[in-house]
């Protein structure tokens, strides 16, 4: 599953990470495979600003699931510092740390200006480098680093010591672009379906088609996201859906951003027409129903697209008057998938 940490209006940022942890170990208890936590800054609905805190707090607290970056926004960070972090969490929990890279801001212009001191931020220059970035990450994590050369001497530089093993690293994308480069590298890939919901089946089958196999990763590997609200009754999963499709909109439509509402409060809120449609449209591509209907949905979306997994991002929001520090809607949405 995927995880932003969503802060609800009647929470705090401790109640949201303190949600995420226990929605954590329900994942880890029902057997989820992976739970990764997003890259976002400066949003007042979003907690997950830095997923190598995150996973090593996750991590800390479940027992066998793995727990990845979904993803690492590499432009806004030095590619030695994203291999030196995530070298010590595989260090520290060997066998189950994912590294997911993607290459778009995650933010506002000044804030990615704000996240490199002004030194790039997500310039021209840093995304126009991502390829050599994300080399520069597989080098470094490697047990036998990279050799820098500074004045006509060659320097060992390596993101630990003595590495036994490295994560897994995937790259993740809504566009061709990602797909290309995924192939080219031979990396496995993830393609952001619960953003996008457009041009999946397009990326994926370029993504095969040009795969060029690696030592890391020898056949084409792909999963793909998509948003969940899952409860006993499709209308009270249409009802728990409500928060996060309203965020989403405000997102797409240019509104300010706040807080992610209490389904009593979003039931008030008034779409207009004009936006109606774009509101439906997002409604058609997630998954939301009752547990029966969402299980038959995401085995649908694993036949189209012939992925290898699909990962969850449960959106289901939470009534007033509910514990801060917990998420019944996201941990119901998992328990009614998993059966």
Request: charged letters at 20%.
């Amino acid at each position: 599953m995927l995880d932003l940490v969503p802060v609800r209006s009647d929470q705090t940022t401790s109640d949201a990470i303190a949600a995420t942890v226990s929605l954590a170990r329900v994942a880890d208890e029902l057997g989820y495979r992976r739970f990764w936590l997003a890259e976002h800054h400066n949003m007042p609905a979003v907690a997950a600003t830095n997923p190598p805190v995150l996973i090593a707090m996750v991590a800390g607290a479940t027992r066998d699931i793995r727990v990845g970056s979904g993803g690492v926004m590499l432009p806004n960070h030095a590619p030695l510092v994203v291999a030196e972090q995530f070298a010590l969490l595989e260090a520290a929990y060997p066998g189950r740390i994912d590294l997911g890279i993607g290459r778009a801001p995650g933010t506002d212009p000044v804030t990615s200006f704000a996240l490199r001191h002004g030194a790039g931020g997500v310039s021209e220059e840093a995304v126009n480098r991502f390829p050599e970035y994300v080399d520069n990450v597989l080098a470094m994590m490697d047990a036998h680093g990279v050799g820098l050369s500074v004045n006509g001497r060659t320097h060992p530089l390596r993101a630990t010591p003595v590495a036994s093993s490295v994560p897994t690293i995937w790259l993740l994308g809504s566009s061709d672009y990602s797909a290309r480069l995924a192939a080219e590298k031979g990396m496995p890939y993830v393609f952001a379906h619960h953003f996008s919901g457009s041009g999946t089946a397009e990326a994926l089958a370029l993504y095969r088609s040009q795969f060029r196999p690696s030592p890391e990763c020898a056949e084409p590997r792909t999963f793909l996201t998509v948003n969940a609200s899952v409860a006993a009754t499709r209308e009270e999963a249409e009802r728990l859906a409500l928060p996060q499709l309203l965020a989403m909109l405000a997102l797409r439509t240019g509104q300010p951003l706040t807080a992610q509402l209490t389904v009593e409060e979003a039931e008030k809120v008034e779409v207009s027409d004009a936006h109606r449609g774009l509101l439906d449209a997002m409604r058609s591509r997630w998954v939301i129903g009752d547990a029966a209907e969402a299980r038959s949905a995401v085995a649908e979306l694993a036949a189209t697209y012939g992925v290898d997994e699909v990962m969850v991002h449960p959106v289901a929001g939470a009534h007033e008057g509910s514990e801060p520090g917990s998420s019944e809607g996201r941990e119901a949405t998992l328990r009614l998938l998993a059966g």
